[in-house]
């Protein structure tokens, strides 16, 4: 594991420790905790700080928009593990939100997280100038939304079982459901740090294709990944009649698919030379379990 992520990765965890206090209602608090603070990659937030410093940015000013982007995350994992969704028991190796607290719990474990991840973007970002702030929002509310996360998911559900679904299906589901939130973590890293509309742009591109990348190897791990590896049900693509890049492809040619879409991602970060090596480190990661058939592990 690269040492420079690593470090990158105790800050979020410290800075996620801290976003949810508990007050009254406990029980409500308790399941957003459950939720928010379960061991994940911590990989958007990563991508957020990765984002500011290749424009030359002080990362601290990133750590409140990592956060609001894993509570973002961690809420559309809530949600897609529910009866109505995935119907899912294992989440991060840990009983699901729901299978735990109930289902009307996690139902609102999840919308509080999703608003909350606002509060705490504008309420812990002092030292960003208002502008930036409003740019910064918008990108996480876009990518959350109808054209980014639940825009992806309902056209997922849409497309499973369905007759030739294609591979541009495919790429719009996993660009929404997975890319969009990770353009736009490594873009608002790069307006919290300062960076122009151009440099902005091209962390989008990065973030956008990598996301691609990414969903095509997970899809590549439900099929070869045990449980234990996983921490959660494998198989499950297959068994939903998903139409996915193993299920397309097979499993051999997804792999070096997946292993070109990250080389095209990396090259939307030649502008920013050195000052890209988070980023250069996370395409890494990820570019690697796509020579072996694991789980992708940060
Ligand atoms: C966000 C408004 C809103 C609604 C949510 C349920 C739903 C709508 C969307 C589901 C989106 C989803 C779960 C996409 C899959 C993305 C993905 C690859 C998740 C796994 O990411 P990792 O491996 O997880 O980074 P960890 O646990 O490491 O954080």
Redesign the pocket.
Known sequence: MDAFIQERGRLIEEALSRVLIPVEPRPLYEAMRYALL?P?????PLLCLGGCEAVGGEIANAIPAACAIEM??????V??DLPA?DNDEL??GQPTCHRKFGEALAILA?DAL?AHAFTVMVEASHNIEPKRLVWAIAELAEA??PK???G??VQDILSAGASAIGQETVDFIHKH??GRLMAASAAIGGIVGGGNAEEVSRLKEFGLELGLA??IL?DVADVTCSQEEL?KTPGKDAKAGKATYPALFGVEASKSLAREIIQRAVQSLEIFGSKAGTLHAIAGVIAKTAQVSGR?RI
């Open positions: 379960s994940g990659k911590r990989l958007r973002v995350h961690a809420m559309s994992l949600h897609d969704l989440r991060r999840g999703l959350a939304g980014g996360i639940a992806g998911q459901k997975t990414f969903q997970d921490g992708l």
